[in-house]
């Protein structure tokens, strides 16, 4: 086995298409890396400056902080201006309606003058409606637009229809005592010549609201050349946080990288190397056959990528951004189709460059390791329908968690940035189970079986297996027998169990075309091969190998379960017939028609199934079922598989197959154990009733 790990490995070392995808990888990094030089201090509120004493080498505003933004954006809003045009068509309008109701009414002549004078006033001063869109508890002043001028006005300045109305009324008690202002006025319909001529515009009010806005400045001073910033060892405190917060955004905004431009390129090239070199390693160390299969390897690559890419481009958009993107889901992706002792380390490289593109690395990779983690254990066992927003619901906890942990830490309290934080945690956590689907486009595209389809294919009710179960029923029990006997000794070796199961339930599937042509599904009294030829029966019995190829490629069964079926047999022989050839006057250098065409096993999940099914079939004819002689039979049939050579190509080690021998007895006994023969029952009188020998499993 070690020749064979040897082999392998030089052969990796010799696959060209392994470095043409490292390559490839390497330019689109590249291009995606962010050419900007990172700001050269980490630091944190609460905590001591860690580097030498800081002077401002250059001038530079000093930033409010959002909090103070946030105060001064709220204070805005409260004082939202309303704006009204002033439509001088109402006044002279209504005017005229008074000319009218004076003939309709002979109102006499000098109150209709008063009450023209005192139209005229209200008109000219500007009438609101009663139930403005102002606010006054917010605003003393209005905007009121006269032709193409706007001037603020005091709203103790104009009229409400109800105060315009008094304002007549008294007009006229005062100046014409003779009338009687309130009936009168009222019976003639004056009270409804009082109109708003000033309209409300939404329009302009928004207008006004946001240059309101975007007036309040960013900034509240500034520090110069040469000022002290902070002193080596000093405690952070929150002014200083914002002289550095201040310093660093002049500095990435117009400031920027010093140095030579080369020297930054160079830089990024050594960390590109570095991330693909891990991935690289970690793939030899952890599973090298994945360096084989172009496939594979290239879909982790694009993993990594699309890791990579995700991170460079919400930083160039807005760095908050990173809290969003859902790097958990490149976990589940991976977890889809490999073991989680691969799938961790690589998704722990493909997020390192989160310590070296974003401001607050640590605290990002924490928290998307947090997220990974989470999800790749609850993902285990919250996978049907609405359970899985609760994968949601287990990653935003564990992220907000971990979040609220950095801010205790630096000694702040809940501002009002962390709450947008805060939301983009919660997009990020939902993100997760919204991209999943994506899985199933990727596995078609890189032709690989996910976990989900490994499920669903091993599900007994789909079509396939139904058929089995139907036309050979006595072939489907064998094969379930298989899945049980290779699942649990493919688990004791580490290997992949679903993939076994899935192989083992399929690969004597070609026995649908010719059932009867095995003993299992042969019908009492029924001799198939009483009228055969040993090769015709051997020839029968082998073609059950291609009919299983053609059958499964029929319905769409993914090549790594096709695999199983044309290694379950090997190159081994059909000994029954090959000895009663032999045994009849038959050439033995004539193995050709007794020996299957198969490929040999190179997977340990193939060499399980393969020994499960010899063994599994093997054990139906014993007649003791002793540890004794179920220990020899698995002995044999192992020492057979392997003294014929049918193991030369396979990936499992010695130890390995000792550990599947010994479940394959265990688990053997287990099946076959001991039955308890029940006494006969006596009549009451004494006398012998017919016995009954009742067997059952022991309890």
Request: proline share 4%.
């Amino acid at each position: 086995m070690d020749i064979i790990n040897v082999n392998k490995t030089k052969a990796i070392l010799k696959k060209r298409s392994v470095y043409v995808s490292l390559s490839l990888a390497f330019i689109v990094m590249m291009l995606f890396f962010p050419n900007e030089g990172k700001f050269p201090y980490e630091y944190h509120k609460g905590r001591p400056w860690m580097y030498e004493t800081l002077v401002a080498p250059i001038d530079f505003p000093i930033l409010k902080t959002d909090a103070e933004l946030f105060a001064e954006k709220d204070a805005a809003a409260s004082k939202v201006v309303p704006y009204y045009i002033y439509d001088e068509s109402v006044g002279l309008e209504q005017q005229n309606a008074l000319a009218h109701l004076q003939v309709r009414y002979s109102i006499p002549s000098d109150l209709e003058r008063e009450l023209q004078d005192a139209l005229r006033h209200i008109y000219e001063e500007g009438i609101i409606p009663d139930k403005s869109e102002l606010s006054p508890s917010r605003t003393s002043y209005v905007i009121v637009q006269r032709e193409k001028r706007a001037t603020e006005v005091l709203l103790t300045d104009l009229y409400t229809v109800a105060s315009a109305w008094q304002y007549v009324k008294n007009d006229i008690f005062i100046n014409m005592p003779q009338y009687n202002a309130d009936s009168l006025l009222t019976l003639y319909g004056v009270d409804k010549l009082v109109q708003p001529n000033l309209l409300f515009s939404q329009q302009n009010t928004d207008l006004l609201h946001k240059e309101a806005m975007d007036y309040i400045s960013p900034t509240k001073g500034m520090v110069y050349s040469g000022q002290l910033i902070v002193t080596q060892g000093e405690t952070i405190t929150a002014e200083i946080q914002q002289l550095l917060d201040s310093y660093k955004a002049e500095y990435e905004l117009s400031y920027g990288y010093t140095g030579n431009i080369w020297q930054l390129y160079f830089a990024h090239v050594f960390i590109c190397i570095v991330v693909l070199l891990l991935v690289y390693v970690t793939i030899y160390f952890v599973n090298f056959n994945i360096l084989t299969e172009s496939n594979r390897f290239n879909f982790i690559l694009l993993v990594v990528l699309m890791a990579f890419m995700a991170t460079a481009v919400a930083r160039q958009l807005e760095p908050h951004f990173m809290y969003m993107v859902p790097y958990a889901v490149f976990a589940l992706y991976m977890m889809a189709f490999f073991r989680n002792r691969l799938v961790f380390p690589i998704y722990m490289i493909s997020l390192l460059p989160l310590l070296v593109i974003s401001e607050n690395g640590i605290e990002l990779y924490m928290l998307n390791l947090v997220a990974g983690g989470i999800a790749l254990v609850s993902f285990s066992f919250l996978y049907r329908g609405w359970l899985q927003f609760l994968n949601s619901l287990l990653i935003f906890v564990g992220m907000f968690i971990l979040h609220m942990a950095f801010r205790m830490m630096e000694g702040g309290v809940f501002e009002v940035a962390n709450y947008r934080i805060i939301s983009f945690i919660f997009c990020n956590a939902f993100l997760v189970v919204a991209a999943y689907p994506l899985v199933f486009l990727l596995e078609k595209i890189f032709m690989l079986v996910s976990v989900a389809t490994l499920k669903d294919l091993s599900d007994t009710n789909n079509r396939l297996l139904q058929e089995l179960a139907r036309k050979a029923p006595g072939t489907f029990q064998h094969s379930l027998q298989v899945a049980n006997l290779a699942e649990r000794a493919v688990l004791a070796i580490r290997g992949n169990s679903r993939l076994v199961k899935v192989g083992a339930m399929y690969h004597d599937i070609g026995k649908i075309n010719n059932p009867q042509c095995f003993i299992e599904n042969q019908a009492p009294g029924v001799q198939y091969h009483k009228d055969l030829s040993p090769q015709e029966s051997a020839k029968e019995i082998i073609r059950h190998v291609a009919d299983g190829v053609e059958i499964a490629k029929k319905h769409n069964l993914p090549q790594i379960v096709i695999d199983f079926i044309t290694s379950h047999h090997g190159r081994s022989q059909t000994a029954y017939f090959y000895m009663q050839y032999c045994n009849n006057g038959g050439d033995p250098a004539n193995t050709a028609d007794f020996t299957y065409q198969g490929t040999l096993p190179t997977a340990k999940e193939q060499v399980v199934v393969m020994m499960a099914d010899a063994v599994e079939a093997a054990s139906r004819t014993l007649k003791d079922y002793s540890a004794e002689s179920i220990s020899k039979l698995v002995e044999g049939i192992t020492s057979q598989r392997i003294n014929d050579s049918q193991l030369a190509m396979a990936d499992i080690s010695i130890k390995e197959i000792n550990i599947v021998k010994a479940v394959f007895k265990k688990h053997l006994q287990e099946i076959y154990h001991a039955r308890i023969a029940y006494p006969p029952k006596k009549e009451e009188s004494g006398t012998s009733k017919r016995d009954v020998l009742v067997n059952e499993d022991t309890e």
